[in-house]
């Protein structure tokens, strides 16, 4: 479960302030999906990181009782001069997992050949998305962190290949994902929220939370 207890977040731009969240109280439960719905520029990013804990709220509380994971593209927790099958490693052992099945799980979905021993400076945007799609994917998490905006690879195997395994994964554990799309939701959640003037609205069904999406779009 996570749960927000009264969590305002703003951000100022320079020339005002943005808030993303005002005093919000909302919770996703273990077994129940969740998309949330809003325009670009919203702050669904900024949400996605809170509940990885990669921000902190301005105020209010986040509660954490489940395995949450990383945001799918996340890069912060490798490091750039290493090289993947080294970067693996590390994150194996951060999690308490075995090395060698981590490595072995991410070279066999990354399909990066030679460079998976190379630096990931090295790396095409493309690359980095299919190593960092490949490291979540080698971790069970209850529940999975999803922004619509993260780098996407065009490489059309490991598209398959990913979307396989995350729907196995999916299928014991919970996503949260966020986009601006109706139609990106409906292939993961079973519930929907729509995030509008600080507030995080939530519906039992996609179609109710549509409608309110589309009626303030």
Known sequence: MIEFQQVSKSF???TQRK????RASFRVDIGRSMGILAPNGAGKTTIINMMAGLEK??????RKTSRVSFPLGFMGGVNNRHTAKENCRYIARLYGLDPDYVESFCRWVCGLGEYFDMPLSTYSSGMRSRFSFSLLLSIEFDIYLIDEGMPATSDVEFNRKAGNLLKERLRNATVVIVSHSAQTLQKFCNSAAVLRNGQLYQFDTLEEAKRLYDYTA
């Open 19 to 22: 808030v993303i969240l005002d």
């Open 12 to 14: 100022w731009t320079g």
């Open 57 to 62: 709220p301005d105020e209010g509380a986040i």
